[in-house]
């Protein structure tokens, strides 16, 4: 978290990851929902959800700060990087009126959000880039979501990789579906054709390579969050 957002989200971020380490210290990490750890998770949900404000965007970074070409960190799961499928579109279901398919025009047609802020990665780095993109938000719009839809699924071509959010978080003006970095299409090694990114979470977070969204009633956790990363994991 860059400390530009003010003292109170940074001591809140440190406070969770004292606490976060202390649990895993003193628990079965194989099991990463049950016993003390369980316990010390939703904790820390319940916590970051009430102090999370919708409202608050991350700051913009200047043009001087942009990651040098090569240099913003490239991840995937696959043994190597993910290429689209032919015909390639998004899934969009859940609780939805309208559930549908999108091409990758289709959401190029839809209003365009621009930003360039810090990415956050839970292994201490961070990077700067330009995304562009649609809201989900709009997206939310466009497809009827149900206000009972309180988490977003969000599952990509990569090995299956997947994560949920919390509404609040996936609603935010700042969570896109990011068809272009830099001024230019996504490109394959950043999660090509499109990807989910954000001002609000970790990097773990931001799914690439997506292939569906889905608008539901509960969280359904998300490949490191089975594993015993924090599910939440707002910056």
Known sequence: MSDRRGGRLLTRRSWLLGTAAAAVSACDSSRPRQGFLGVMERFNQRVQAGLFD????????PVAALSRPGAFPQYFISDRVPLAPAGWALKVGGLVARP?????????????????????CVEGWSAVASWHGVRVSELAQLVGADPQARFVEFRSFDSNYFSSWDGPSALHPQTILAYGMNG????????????LYSGVKLGYKMVKYLTEVNFLPEPTGGYWEDRGYEWFAGV
């Open 54 to 61: 919708p409202e608050q965007l991350a700051p913009e970074e």
């Open 100 to 120: 549908g398919v999108l091409s990758l025009e289709d959401l190029r047609l839809m209003p365009r959000t621009n930003y360039r802020i810090r990415h956050h």
């Open 184 to 195: 230019e299409p996504l490109p394959p090694e950043h999660g090509a054709p499109l990807r």
